[in-house]
Structure formats: C-alpha cells, structure tokens
C-alpha cells in the first residue's frame, strides 16, 4: 500500500511540475518562502528606522520584527534538527546492524575526522551527541563503533601525546586520538565543554 501512495504522490508532483510556465519543480516552491523569511527582518528594519517615532504603523512595525526574529530561530532549530537527523541517519546505515544509534531525544552536535594511533592505527569519527561520545573506525563504507560513553562519563587527556591529540581510557584500554586539524580539535573541545557546563 505505501508504494502505491508513494508512486501517486510522484504522479502527482510530477503533473504538477509539467503544468508549471517557469520549468521549476515543486521542491523549488516548496523551500522559498522558509529561504525568504531570513530577508523579512532587514526589510522591516530599514522600514522601521525610517519610519517616524510618532507614526501610528511604529509599534507594529517593532512587534512584527521581533516576531520574525523569533521565527527565524525556529526555522534555524529545525533546519538543524533535521540536518542532524539526517546525519544520524547515514551513521546508523554505516554502523553494524545491531548496533542503535537512533534514540528520540538523541541530538548530533558535532563530527570530528580524526586519526586513531591506539589501540590500532586507522581513520575515522569521533561523534558529540547530546548524550554519548562515539568513536568509530573507518573501514570501507562501514562504521566500526570502538567505543560509546555516555557525556557525565566522558574522561580525556587533553594534548596526550601531542597537541593535536586526546587520550581516552575506556574499559581500562587506552584510545589515542588525533584530530586532522588544530581547527576540528577547538571546535569539538568547545562543543562538549559547552554541554557539559
């Protein structure tokens, strides 16, 4: 039954864009009112500041603005909400099938390509969810998931052996990391002091 729904929406956006005077898909109408609400704000701005303090449209102007605002940072936490869950999703068809990466409440934040010196040379992620830390080793198209510790439990030595390393100790084995760039390193660093305060 859900193919048949799928293959009649795809006819039916398909007929939609045949009729269409300008040649544009769907998906192109669909994205530009959300791709336009971020240029709202300077237009009102600019219409606010030459808007005289004793015109009666004033107020209306100002609240209109900060509900924009508002707006806009919905539209913000969402875009990334779905663009993490999108990366999550990706993981999870990469890592071993019993593996469960998916939780509800579960937020990707950060991704950091790095270099794993021990226990075994190799390349792969370190992972910052709202709630774990993963490592993974790269191999092939797959994931192989070396460690996951929750962030309360999360223990490093920063700049062990060298300033573009951390050392983890997990279940009394030793994991030497180091991030590709100093850049990546600062960026995840801050990212989960951040979540931890």
Same mark, same amino acid.
């Given at each position: 039954?859900?193919?048949?729904?799928?293959?009649?929406?795809?006819?039916?956006?398909?007929?939609?864009?045949?009729?269409?005077?300008?040649?544009?898909?769907?998906?192109?109408?669909?994205?530009?009112?959300?791709?336009?609400?971020? $240029?709202?704000?300077?237009? *009102?701005?600019?219409? #606010? %500041?030459?808007?005289? /303090?004793?015109?009666?449209?004033?107020?209306? =102007?100002? $609240?209109?603005?900060?509900? *924009?605002?508002?707006? #806009? %940072?919905?539209?913000? /936490?969402?875009?990334?909400?779905?663009?993490? =869950?999108?990366?999550?999703?990706?993981?999870?068809?990469?890592?071993?099938?019993?593996?469960?990466?998916?939780?509800?409440?579960?937020?990707? =934040?950060?991704?950091?390509?790095?270099?794993?010196?021990?226990?075994?040379?190799?390349?792969?992620?370190?992972?910052?969810?709202?709630?774990?830390?993963?490592?993974?080793?790269?191999?092939?198209?797959?994931?192989?998931?070396?460690?996951?510790?929750?962030?309360?439990?999360?223990?490093?030595?920063?700049?062990?052996?060298?300033?573009?390393?951390?050392?983890?100790?997990?279940?009394?084995?030793?994991?030497?990391?180091?991030?590709?760039?100093?850049?990546?390193?600062?960026?995840?660093?801050?990212?989960?002091?951040?979540?931890?305060?």
């Amino acid at each position: 039954k859900s193919c048949r729904e799928k293959s009649s929406f795809n006819n039916a956006l398909n007929e939609i864009e045949s009729e269409d005077p300008y040649g544009r898909d769907f998906l192109s109408y669909y994205v530009t009112p959300v791709q336009r609400y971020p $240029r709202y704000p300077l237009l *009102l701005r600019d219409l #606010n %500041k030459r808007t005289p /303090n004793w015109h009666p449209d004033k107020i209306f =102007l100002e $609240r209109a603005l900060v509900e *924009l605002e508002s707006v #806009n %940072k919905q539209n913000d /936490n969402t875009a990334q909400r779905v663009k993490s =869950l999108m990366m999550m999703e990706t993981l999870s068809n990469e890592l071993p099938d019993s593996y469960e990466i998916l939780k509800f409440e579960r937020q990707l =934040l950060q991704i950091a390509q790095v270099r794993i010196l021990k226990p075994k040379n190799g390349m792969g992620s370190l992972y910052l969810f709202n709630d774990i830390v993963l490592l993974t080793q790269r191999e092939k198209k797959k994931q192989i998931p070396l460690f996951q510790i929750e962030i309360e439990s999360f223990r490093y030595f920063n700049c062990r052996p060298n300033g573009f390393s951390i050392t983890v100790i997990f279940h009394k084995k030793q994991f030497v990391v180091a991030f590709l760039e100093d850049n990546d390193k600062k960026i995840w660093m801050e990212a989960i002091e951040n979540l931890r305060s």
